[in-house]
């Protein structure tokens, strides 16, 4: 017959336990220290070649947007902090700056494009809007995606909607546009006149009538979409959004 452990070998095997655990926390406290002391290193390191670089991330979009992803992979955020030595630099100034002006130009095209807005036209007409002196910042698609970022604390009035392949819209009206929406406003963005069709929809994503339909009316109920009776085979649906886009398209290929 099997003896049963004693109550001293229990005792023994418990405090083993416990030196087991206490010499694993020890190693994980003398790790996160070691770690935090080089974040710190890190953090004085990124100050420094922040200062020594002041001018290019000021001027250079693409510097400065390599500068944010160094920033972001020790877990620094300039645009966070308005205070101490990052305000130093502006950059948190000059993407709420960047964030009004992204307001403005929305609110002005709201009547044409029914308030969704492709980047590439909002880039184009804040950098017509700013000038192109040379005391003007240079801006790039990624400055007005991390500003567009600062308009969430409006809520749902300003959203940006991916359209695949490096593309986005910027929605400056109230609303939510579910997966099936993106995917007629892809659709759109893929054709030469920025219009769909419910047999086009019906051919490229699969679905049936009854769902692209649907789809498009929403659009056109939010605004955003314009019905074209006048094609005597089908009914077109037409992005106003997407009208500068085309016609830069069109002329690039000429």
């Not at 004693?6 to 023994?12: F, S």
């Not at 809007?129 to 240079?138: F, I, P, V």
């Not at 659009?219 to 979409?225: I, P």
């Amino acid at each position: 017959m099997r003896r049963r452990a004693g109550v001293g070998a229990i005792q023994k095997q418990k405090l083993e336990q416990e030196k087991y655990k206490d010499k694993g926390n020890e190693i994980q406290e003398n790790q996160f220290e070691q770690m935090s002391k080089q974040l710190d290193v890190f953090r004085t390191n990124l100050e420094e070649f922040a200062t020594n670089h002041k001018h290019e991330i000021r001027k250079n979009a693409e510097f400065r947007k390599q500068f944010q992803e160094m920033c972001a992979s020790i877990g620094v955020d300039p645009l966070a902090s308005g205070k101490g030595f990052w305000s130093v630099l502006g950059i948190g100034d000059f993407y709420y700056e960047l964030a009004v002006q992204v307001v403005e130009v929305c609110m002005a095209t709201n009547d044409k494009n029914g308030g969704l807005i492709s980047l590439s036209e909002l880039r184009t007409r804040l950098i017509r809007a700013r000038g192109q002196g040379k005391q003007h910042q240079e801006i790039s698609q990624d400055d007005l995606l991390r500003a567009s970022k600062k308009l969430k604390v409006l809520g749902s009035g300003f959203t940006v909607v991916p359209m695949g392949k490096g593309q986005y819209m910027v929605q400056s009206v109230p609303g939510e546009l579910n997966m099936d929406h993106t995917a007629v406003l892809q659709q759109a963005t893929n054709t030469n006149d920025g219009c769909v069709s419910v047999v086009l929809l019906k051919k490229n994503l699969h679905w049936d009538h009854e769902r692209a339909e649907r789809a498009c009316d929403h659009l056109v109920n939010e605004g955003l979409a314009w019905i074209d009776l006048q094609d005597p085979k089908e009914k077109l649906y037409y992005f106003p959004s997407m009208f500068a886009a085309c016609i830069e398209a069109d002329a690039s290929k000429s």
